[in-house]
């Protein structure tokens, strides 16, 4: 039906408003989304600036599957923030238009299919398997990283099992760094 709608929009080149709340369709179907909470306007942008440019902490953990880790900010430079997860340390990009400093309270948002098990591409995480389940095309591996948990997907032919320590890797430039003053906290400790 989405190729459908596209198709026919596309032909008459009539422009169409469309609300949904399926993400998906509405990323395939838009030229243009607007994303809304309580009635406000949050972000407008294109279907790929949504996903990879979130501008709030809202639109950053609603469109897309992501998953998030809150922490401490130890360094900030030149809109690169280094914090403090549960002992370890993660590099991120702060979200345009934000201000940090150090010692504030953060949260790094990233997209479940930006991890990679071992390598090095920049961060490293480790952390414990709690759940894996084969869907496919990926493995969703929840992991606990210290006192939190954070959800990636793998490669599916990764043999993981539950209890077992996993290093999980991720660029600086796919994690997204939010101050959390002002956000309800408690959903990201």
Avoid at 8 to 34: P, R
Avoid at 60 to 85: K, N, P
Avoid at 98 to 109: E, L, N, T
Wanted: hydrophobic content about 40%; glycine content about 10%; charged content about 25%.
């Amino acid at each position: 039906m989405r190729g459908e709608i596209k198709r026919i929009q596309s032909t008459l080149k009539v422009t169409a408003i469309y609300m949904t709340h399926d993400q998906e369709e509405a990323m395939s179907l838009a030229d243009c989304i607007a994303v809304m909470n309580k009635g406000r306007v949050l972000q407008v942008g294109t279907p790929r600036e949504i996903y990879s440019k979130p501008s709030n902490l809202f639109v950053a953990t609603f469109i897309g599957r992501s998953t998030h880790l809150a922490g401490t900010a130890v360094e900030v430079a030149e809109g690169r923030v280094c914090l403090r997860v549960d002992g370890q340390l993660l590099e991120g990009s702060l979200a345009p238009g934000y201000k940090v400093s150090a010692g504030d309270k953060v949260a790094a948002i990233m997209k479940t299919e930006d991890f990679t098990a071992g390598g090095d591409v920049g961060n490293s995480l480790e952390g414990e398997v709690e759940v894996l389940m084969f869907i496919g095309m990926f493995n969703q591996v929840r992991v606990r990283v210290g006192e939190q948990k954070l959800t990636a997907l793998l490669d599916p032919s990764l043999e993981l099992t539950p209890g077992q320590r996993v290093k999980l890797s991720i660029r600086p430039s796919d994690v997204h760094v939010f101050p959390l003053t002002g956000w309800e906290e408690e959903e990201f400790a």
